[in-house]
Nanobody, 124 residues
Framework: QVQLVESGGGLVQAGGSLRLSCAASGRTSGSGYMAWFRQAPGKEREFVAAIRWSVGSTYYTDSVKGRFTISRDNAKNTVYLQMNSLKPEDTAVYYC?????????????????WGQGTQVTVSS
C-alpha cells in the first residue's frame, strides 16, 4: 500500500503562486509515475502533470505548460507542483496520484493510489 498526503493549497489572487506538496509513504515504486490531477466543481477530474520517480521525466497538460512545474525529491519521497501565474480557471481540488506500472498515462483509471486532495482557489 502507498499513502499519499497533499498539502500547500489555499487562496491566492490571479497572477500569484502556490506550491503543492505530496508526501508518499509505504511501498512506492521506483519505476512508476507520480501525477497531479485536478477537479473543478461540476467537472471531471483532469490530468495536470506527471513525473517519473527514477529519471525525472515530466509531462504536462497544455493549459499549464510554462506556468506549472512538477518536481520530486527522492530522498524525501515527495513530489511538488509549483504553480505560477495562476488563473481563476485553475481553481480546483488538486489530487496527487501514484502509478506502479511505469507507463505514462493521463487517465484517472491508470493510477493506483490517490491522496485526499487539497483545495486551490484563485480569485480574480
Amino acid at each position: 500500500q502507498v499513502q499519499l498526503v497533499e498539502s500547500g493549497g489555499g487562496l491566492v489572487q490571479a497572477g500569484g503562486s502556490l506550491r503543492l506538496s505530496c508526501a508518499a509513504s509505504g511501498r512506492t515504486s521506483g519505476s512508476g509515475y507520480m501525477a497531479w490531477f485536478r477537479q473543478a466543481p461540476g467537472k471531471e477530474r483532469e490530468f495536470v502533470a506527471a513525473i517519473r520517480w527514477s529519471v525525472g521525466s515530466t509531462y504536462y497538460t497544455d493549459s499549464v505548460k510554462g506556468r506549472f512545474t512538477i518536481s520530486r525529491d527522492n530522498a524525501k519521497n515527495t513530489v511538488y507542483l509549483q504553480m505560477n501565474s495562476l488563473k481563476p480557471e485553475d481553481t480546483a481540488v488538486y489530487y496527487c496520484a501514484a502509478d506502479r506500472s511505469g507507463i505514462i498515462s493521463t487517465r484517472v483509471t491508470s493510477y493506483d493510489y490517490w491522496g485526499q486532495g487539497t483545495q486551490v482557489t484563485v480569485s480574480s
